[in-house]
T-cell receptor, first 113, second 113 residues
Framework: GENVEQHPSTLSVQEGDSAVIKCTYS??????FPWYKQELGKRPQLIID?????GEKKDQRIAVTLNKTAKHFSLHITETQPEDSAVYFC????????????FGSGTRLQVQP | DGGITQSPKYLFRKEGQNVTLSCEQN?????MYWYRQDPGQGLRLIYY???????QKGDIAEGYSVSREKKESFPLTVTSAQKNPTAFYLC????????????FGQGTRLTVV
């Protein structure tokens, strides 16, 4: 099955700096890569996703890049703000067989004002 | 807000008792999922269902059971065979299995004493 590794587990940045979270996946058949944000005590919510036929996707201050050859994808947050503080999860899914998201272990991002 | 409801939000049970967690969605989604969330371990897949009357085991199915008799409902039973049941349980649904956004419920925090 799919295995997703996520780094770092914790990340502290100053407000206005950029933050980068990286994930690697094991199954080359994976074709969908979402990122979820979970604020304390709340449910995970999708912030951006990318499919295997695209190398990069951007939505305002957040972007995701995908390297299929190396089997890794990254979340980039620019001009970080205190409200970006949360736990971020990457995930991957196959398009055949077990069609359910496999999640990374999460990154706790702290943006210092 | 998302159309997927879990109840109750907090649940306490004595060791050795079975307990059922409710998950209902009104999004007309075919696929539903149960994840377990422990600190530092991300979201781990317990069971998933891509269609009514069908479900598959995830990575940590031992000690759990599910049913999918209706499209809207996917209850999870935590049995006495689950060795460490205290955790935060998240239910999710998506239009179809695999490469589509998963919407999460607000979660149920189960404490077994």
């Amino acid at each position: 099955g799919e295995n997703v590794e996520q780094h770092p587990s914790t990340l502290s940045v100053q407000e206005g700096d950029s933050a980068v979270i990286k994930c690697t996946y094991s199954d080359s058949a994976s074709n969908y890569f979402p990122w979820y944000k979970q604020e304390l005590g709340k449910r995970p919510q999708l912030i951006i996703d990318i499919r295997s036929n695209v190398g990069e996707k951007k939505d305002q201050r957040i972007a995701v890049t995908l390297n299929k050859t190396a089997k890794h994808f990254s979340l980039h947050i620019t001009e970080t703000q205190p409200e970006d503080s949360a736990v971020y999860f990457c995930a991957a899914t196959l398009n055949t067989g077990r069609r359910a998201l496999t999640f990374g272990s999460g990154t706790r991002l702290q943006v210092q004002p | 807000d998302g159309g997927i409801t879990q109840s109750p939000k907090y649940l306490f049970r004595k060791e050795g008792q079975n307990v059922t967690l409710s998950c209902e969605q009104n999004l007309n989604h075919d696929a539903m999922y149960w994840y377990r969330q422990d600190p530092g371990q991300g979201l781990r897949l317990i069971y998933y269902s891509q269609i009514v009357n069908d479900f598959q085991k995830g990575d940590i199915a031992e000690g759990y059971s599910v049913s999918r008799e209706k499209k809207e409902s996917f209850p999870l039973t935590v049995t006495s065979a689950q060795k460490n049941p205290t955790a935060f349980y998240l239910c999710a649904s998506s239009i179809s299995g695999g490469g589509t956004e998963a919407f999460f419920g607000q979660g149920t925090r189960l404490t077994v004493v």
